[in-house]
């Protein structure tokens, strides 16, 4: 079990972030009428107190131990049915409670002037970020397979809000379609949470991720409730052929809500895959290599095809990202040491890239008259609002992970790592690279070259605090694209630890 | 054998709830008798409050003597075995008197002005006799004794010890539901015809409950549970007859199905409650099924274990046919219906199916789960009904004036019902999500509890089957979650004119009390006939009952779902013997 000794290791980190989130959208909600104007501020103050936890965390958390579960907490939930609250976070954890910890500001920034004539409307969105951004912190700590399934669950409610209350005109079905494909994936998981149960040890404790890792299941058990996971985390990722309800849920969400679901929600699918189906269904996720590894190279292409043909700038984005999951859920079922770090790491990073894609694409979206999506309606903005466009440039090459951003360093990770293992796959996902720069340099050049299109010849460039939305994540996909150590000491054992696992099952 | 007189033990001391509940439903007759109409109404609902009060607290108090008897492995019988009190007994009995208390509440409610009730029941629809009723208005408060009995009925159906008072139970708990039925205040005939149809299937399930039982006094010779199980076991039942207890057996679950609304016993469902008045549906649907549900396990729990492998199958065999039509058909048919009573209707349906599979499992984790769910499901459906009670027709769109009809149970008029009174529309939310089974309410706990143990039996296939109607139930559900959130009111949407919001067909304006009298007796299609009469929708506030109620159903939904942990102590305590 986890036993690091931590100077500080009695102070719940965990849980103060989760509960400063959840205070602060109480508060949001709760202020009275009088005060309403100033609920940006408490949102946002709420979510700077949790990056100063997140700090913390991150200052005491012993990196030379990044493979064990550190900030460890335990409570006794609901001993009747062996559920705990139990909380910790590996190097991996770590980095994911962080992303969503960095990313809530941001957002709560951007939406700063949205909404601006309706403090009503903006109080609930903003309610409703601080809600997720607890549930954020709580699936990536969740050290106990019951609250991981809550959880799971749970922070699908304020999500479906989020996409249904605010954003296109056809914001209700994508939130339904949303709802419905999540839930779907969601109840089959929770016949094998149970099913995983029964197998377990049991008794008041018998959740904890601990006590079912290693199980003697059988070899047909494992492999059902390995399916029951994956298919729950393949739809939430999302991959291949259950994609369908992220691009309409991107296209219709504002740029925040998107930001958060395929930045940081939507890594819950494949931090599920390595850290649930790899550790307690090792044998069996060796098994399913193949058949994943095809899915996600056909994710690869096919999203980033699909991300060529789009009209919509948020669609593409999205398109973009059921690609870039591909690449991800390559490196982890490759499992060579290398892959499987480039992948953890891979999520990381396409939080911070897809985050900035699709905060600054919303930048671009406020200024045009109508609030149009269609690309084709966009040309020589590079003329009128040259910053925004200098930084959806910077965007846009860390999506196509371009040497020096921290993009490349994990996509060619991922790429070098299967290739050791599955040379064939490595080779056809090596043209979705290709591919990634054809979508992003010719969305590129039709919205930002060109002639200027005679409706946006004025606009304000990026003002002040939409730099202060764009210049965090810029410098943290630069600093970690030429100094990636730090994020990689995270991920590695971690990622080592995983890949033992699925090779001593398998020989 | 000596034909010698016995002289009958009663045990007064296990007799209180069902005596203060009964007695008090007598007294509220002779109230309707001797006490002026002024305060009748008032009287009548404090002694059935003090009655459903006397009871729990007569239950509570019983509680260690009933927990004493189990350990030391006897049980306690009275009146000679008719009623055998268990601790399972106890805590169903203890829930029926909370939620009833709480379905009390809103069946009193006049946050409309009026009672939920007719004037006059007896009165024919729409005549003259109708009209001056209401004119002098009236009020019908026999409702209160009735409720009393149909709860007494409901007291006694998990308790009852041989099958005759199982029999008497079904009887006072269903009869008194036959008239409140038929008594709405609104769409008399629709409600009449209700009651009808309740009545008739009632009725024919109450036969073949009889005759069920008649089958199985033939093959045990006696009525008594514990006998029966006996003859079971020891052999000594008629020889070589199994199939006259089987067929018996069938039939007796085949009558408790129909109560608790299972597919292919479940027609009346829909019907009933759509016609009955708003708050005795969520009564009945409610404490019906807890009742029934409890009647079930212990005749099922009495008889199969101790069956031969082969009855024991086929009766394993029967049940997971009929739990999982109930869970698809009652979630698949939901989907299509466009009345919030019909809808929750089905959803009682499928909740009945989902129960279903707690009770196949026949496992000693299996009892505990199926009698949480039912707790609940029943807090979220009386809470759900509190609200649709709430939610009213006006004969104008604006102004004070407007004339409180009858519920808006269209769900086209419940559009945009948060922005209205968001605090009700969280609440309805609330038990959507409950019923649904998302995590941290007390029907994910409830279904989790009752998968876990149906996947502990091997039951797995049926769980499956269960999480994926709960699947396609979380689709009607999140559209009528829509349609409160992300939806304009239908009468401000057809101000703006727009055209991606359907707008309620809104043409007349005028609009009598009984809009619906002259067609509505044509059929059952009219219950989910859009409204075409009543031109606005308004929310009432509400009494500070009503509000209560929802009140405390919404955080009791919240607080088993976050921390079950103590309720689930206490009902597995009191299913350590069976029910």
């Known amino acids: 079990m986890d036993s690091v000794v931590n100077m500080d290791a009695t102070f719940p980190w965990l849980s103060a972030m989760v509960l400063v989130a959840v205070l602060g959208a109480v508060v949001v909600w709760a202020l009275p009428a009088g005060l309403r104007r100033h609920v940006r501020v408490v949102a946002l103050g709420a979510s700077l107190v949790n990056v100063g936890l997140l700090v913390g965390a991150v200052a005491t958390f012993d990196t030379g131990a990044a493979g064990t579960h550190q900030h460890y907490e335990q409570l006794s939930w609901i001993p009747q049915i062996g559920a705990s609250y139990a909380l910790g976070v590996d190097g991996l954890g770590l980095l994911l409670v962080g992303l969503g910890v960095i990313l809530v500001p941001l957002v709560i920034l951007a939406a700063w002037r949205e909404q601006r004539d309706d403090v009503e409307r903006l109080r609930h969105y903003l309610g409703l970020t601080l809600l997720t951004a607890a549930f954020m912190v709580l699936i990536f700590a969740a050290r106990d397979v ?14 479906y809000f989020m996409i249904g209350g605010f954003g296109g005109s056809q914001r209700r079905g994508a939130a339904v379609k949303f709802l419905l494909f999540s839930l779907a994936g969601g109840l089959v998981m929770l016949v094998a949470v149970i099913a995983l149960f029964l197998s377990g040890p049991g008794g008041s404790e018998g959740f904890l991720t601990a006590n079912l890792t290693g199980l003697p299941l059988s070899e047909t058990t494992e492999r059902l409730l390995f399916a029951g996971f994956f298919i729950a985390f393949a ?7 259950v ?243 730090p994020a990689l000491d995270l991920v590695e054992a971690p990622a080592f630890a995983g890949v033992r696992l699925v090779e001593g099952s398998a020989s | 054998m000596t034909p010698a007189f016995i002289e009958p033990v009663v045990d007064w001391f296990y007799l209180v709830p069902l005596l203060v509940v009964l007695g008090a439903g007598v007294v509220g007759v002779l109230i309707e008798a001797f006490v002026p109409d002024r305060v009748r109404r008032d009287v009548q609902l404090w002694l059935a409050l003090a009655a459903l009060a006397g009871g729990l607290v007569a239950v509570v108090l019983q509680w260690d003597d009933i927990n004493g008897a189990i350990a030391d492995q006897s049980v306690v019988q009275v009146l000679g075995g008719s009623l055998v009190l268990t601790p399972a007994t106890l805590l169903i009995q203890g829930a029926l008197l909370v939620i009833a208390t709480l379905a009390l509440i809103v069946i009193a409610d006049r946050s409309s002005g009026n009672d939920a009730f007719a004037p006059t029941a007896a009165a024919i629809p729409g005549s003259d006799y109708e009209e001056i009723a209401r004119r002098r208005g009236l009020v019908q408060t026999e409702v209160f004794p009735l409720f009393l009995f149909s709860v007494g009925g409901m007291l006694l159906f998990p308790a009852a010890g041989d099958l005759l008072t199982m029999f008497i139970a079904l009887e006072v708990l269903s009869f008194p539901l036959y008239v409140l039925s038929g008594m709405a205040r609104h769409r008399r005939l629709l409600s009449q015809e209700a009651s009808l149809k309740y009545f008739l299937l009632g009725a024919f399930s109450s036969a073949l409950f009889l005759f069920g039982m008649a089958l199985v006094y033939g093959f045990a010779g006696t009525l008594e549970l514990r006998f029966i199980a006996n003859a079971i076991i020891t052999g000594t039942g008629l020889e070589g007859m199994d199939m006259v207890l089987v067929t018996g057996l069938v039939l007796m679950i085949a009558g408790l199905l129909f109560k608790v609304g299972a597919v292919p016993f479940h027609q009346w469902t829909p019907d009933v409650y759509a016609g009955a008045p708003t708050p005795i549906t969520g009564f009945m649907a409610a404490c019906t ?254 009494g500070a009952g009503i509000r209560v109620v929802v009140a405390l159903c919404a955080l009791g939904t919240i607080a088993l779902g976050v921390f079950p942990g103590p309720v689930l102590d206490l009902v597995a305590e009191a299913t350590k013997f069976i029910p």
């Open chain 1, 235 to 241: 739809i939430k990722a999302p991959m291949f052929p």
């Open chain 2, 289 to 542: 099924k807890m009742a029934a549900f409890g009647a079930v396990l212990r005749v099922v729990y009495w008889t199969v274990p101790f069956t031969g492998k082969e009855i024991f199958d086929a009766f394993t065999a029967g049940m997971w046919t009929i739990a999982i039509a109930t869970m698809v058909l009652g979630s698949v048919v939901a989907v299509v219906q466009h009345d919030i009573k019909r809808v929750l209707a089905y959803s009682s349906i499928a909740h009945a199916g989902f129960i279903l599979v707690g009770v196949t499992a026949l496992s000693y984790e299996a009892i505990p789960a199926t009698i949480f769910y039912l707790g609940a499901y029943g807090l979220a459906t009386v809470g759900a009904f509190a609200i649709v009670h709430l939610v009213r027709e006006t004969s104008t769109v604006h102004g004070d004036d407007a004339l409180i009809l009858g519920e808006a149970t269209h769900l086209s008029q419940w559009a945009g019902l948060a922005r209205r009174s968001p605090w009700l529309a969280g609440a309805f939310t609330l038990f959507l999500l409950s019923f649904a089974g998302i995590p941290l309410t007390a029907g994910f706990i409830g279904k989790f509890t009752v998968f876990s143990a149906a996947v502990a039996a091997g039951d797995w296939p049926l769980a499956l089957v269960g999480v994926l109607a709960s699947a396609v139930a979380v689709f009607f559900y999140v559209r009528i979650v829509v349609l409160m959130y992300f939806v304009a009111p239908a009468d401000e949407a057809a101000a703006r004119t727009t055209t991606d919001t359907p707008a309620v067909d809104a043409t007349d304006g005028s609009a009598p009390e009984h809009w619906d009298t002259p067609e509505a007796g044509v059929g059952l299609r009219l219950a989910t006939a859009p409204a075409r009469a009543a031109a606005g929708v308004q929310v009432l506030r509400g």
């Open chain 1, 243 to 485: 994609h369908t309800w992220l691009p309409d849920a991107a296209q219709q969400a504002p740029a925040g809500t998107s930001t958060l679901l395929v930045g940081v929600l939507d890594k819950v699918g494949t931090f599920g895959m390595l850290t649930l189906c790899l550790p307690l269904f090792p044998a069996a996720s060796h098994w399913a290599a193949p058949f994943v590894i095809i899915l996600a190279v056909v994710s690869i292409l096919y999203g980033a095809l699909l991300a060529l043909g789009q009209e919509d700038l948020m669609r593409m984005i999205a398109y973009t990202s059921v690609s870039h999951f591909g690449f991800i859920v390559l490196g982890i079922f490759a499992f060579s040491q290398t892959s499987v770090a480039g992948a953890s790491f891979y999520m990381f990073n396409h939080g911070l890239s897809t985050g900035l894609l699709f905060l600054v694409a919303g930048m671009v979206i406020a200024r045009h008259p109508s609030r149009s999506q269609r690309i084709a309606d966009y040309g020589g903005l590079q003329r009128v609002v040259p910053v925004i466009a200098g930084v959806f440039l910077v965007a846009g090459l860390s999506a196509l992970s371009l040497p020096g951003l921290s993009t490349f360093v994990s996509e060619i990770m991922v790429l070098i790592g299967s290739y050791e293992a599955m040379p064939a796959a490595a080779i056809v996902a090596a043209t979705g690279v290709i591919l990634a720069a054809l979508y992003i340099l010719m969305t590129y050049q039709r919205m930002f070259t060109g002639p200027v299109r005679g409706e946006l010849t004025t606009g304000p460039d990026m003002v002040a605090r939409e730099k202060w939305v764009v210049v965090p994540l810029i410098v943290l996909l630069l600093v970690l694209g030429f100094y990636p150590r």
């Open chain 1, 146 to 159: 019951f609250l991981f399934y809550v959880v799971f669950e749970a922070m699908l409610i304020p999500v």
